[in-house]
């Protein structure tokens, strides 16, 4: 079992823009293993690469209860979303233990590779979108807090690098 470590906000690194998968190989079918373990082993439902400090375009997710419907997302791109937008309540395990809701689409259509590099169409509504979003934007060096005001986001940042402080001591 390997635990990756996940970067914190306001690592600088989680702003970085991920690059396309091009190999599908037993190298990345071991990260995409270790992203599993560690999104599970955080309580996560979707862990995107950027998170681990691994800057290409892979997400892993799993919103079942049972853990048992593991979905490797790879060069995702959205090919329709709703005009309908929902405002979801959103948790990021780069930044632990603060919540606040986001405006998106309710429902997407998404194309993606999966581990092997079969490109597929995975249609998404409720968790499972916000969660393919949420993602997403990671790969784009977005964190959730970027859409909440900047009295907010100053607040978190600040509040985060306490946190951290106080772990190191
Ligand atoms: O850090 C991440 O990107 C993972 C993140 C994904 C996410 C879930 C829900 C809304 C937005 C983004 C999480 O897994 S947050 C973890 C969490 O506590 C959770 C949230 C909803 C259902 C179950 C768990
Ligand atoms: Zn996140």
């Given at each position: 079992m390997a635990l990756l470590p996940i970067l914190c906000y306001p690592d600088a690194r989680l702003h970085k823009v991920a690059k396309p998968v091009t190999q599908f190989d037993a190298a990345l079918q071991t990260q995409i293993d270790h992203m599993f373990e560690t999104m599970y082993d955080a309580k996560g439902v979707g862990l995107a690469a950027t998170q681990v400090d691994f800057h290409h375009r892979l997400i892993v997710i799993d919103v079942s209860e049972e853990h048992d419907q593991p979905l490797v997302v790879i060069n995702p791109e959205v090919v329709w979303a709703s005009e309908e937008k929902t405002v979801a309540e959103e948790g990021c395990l780069s930044v632990p233990g603060i919540y606040d809701g986001v405006e998106r689409p309710s429902q997407v259509r998404i194309k993606a590779q999966d581990g092997q590099g079969q490109w597929r169409e995975i249609e998404a509504e409720?968790?499972?979108?916000?969660?393919?979003?949420?993602?997403?934007d990671h790969l784009m060096g977005k964190v959730f807090v970027d859409y909440l005001s900047t009295l907010k986001r100053n607040r978190i940042k600040t509040k985060m690098l306490k946190l951290q402080r106080e772990s190191e001591k």
């Open positions: 409720g968790l499972l979108a916000v969660c393919i979003q949420h993602e997403m």
